[in-house]
């Protein structure tokens, strides 16, 4: 069975930094594409970064270039966030998701496995 957990959520000011974590279980994280997409209350899914299965492309919008860093650690089967310069529109629901053989993928549905996100909340 897959899963996939977020941790790392949390309430920071304006101008700090969180570093999100997304534990795999039931596949192993370097065959798949691994990315990050945020919710806001009322909103579409909108994409974060992600980084392709070999590992050789990686992505960013161009909401949180220069500010958040995705990172894989095959070792651990895990997949980071790091997010520095927080700013009060970064506030949603983060999830971490998988695409078997993916590229990195921009588009929410070419994603197989979700996890239930962890909450950030940034505020001014």
């Known amino acids: 069975q897959v899963q996939l957990v977020e941790s790392g959520g949390g309430l920071v000011q304006a101008g700090g930094s969180l570093r999100l974590s997304c534990a795999a279980s039931?596949?192993?994280?370097?065959?798949?594409?691994m990315a990050w997409f945020r919710q806001a209350p009322g909103k579409e899914h909108e994409f974060v970064a992600a980084?392709?299965?070999?590992?050789?492309?990686?992505y960013y919008a161009d909401s949180v270039k220069g500010r958040f860093t995705i990172f894989r650690d095959n070792a651990k089967n895990t997949v980071d966030l790091h997010m520095n310069t927080l700013k009060p529109e970064d506030t949603a629901t983060y999830h971490c998701?998988?695409?078997?053989w993916g590229t990195g993928s921009r588009r929410y549905i070419e994603y197989d496995y979700w996890g239930q996100g962890t909450q950030v909340i940034v505020s001014s």
């Open positions: 998701a998988a695409d078997l």
């Open positions: 039931g596949l192993t994280v370097s065959n798949y594409a």
């Open positions: 980084i392709s299965y070999s590992g050789g492309f990686i």
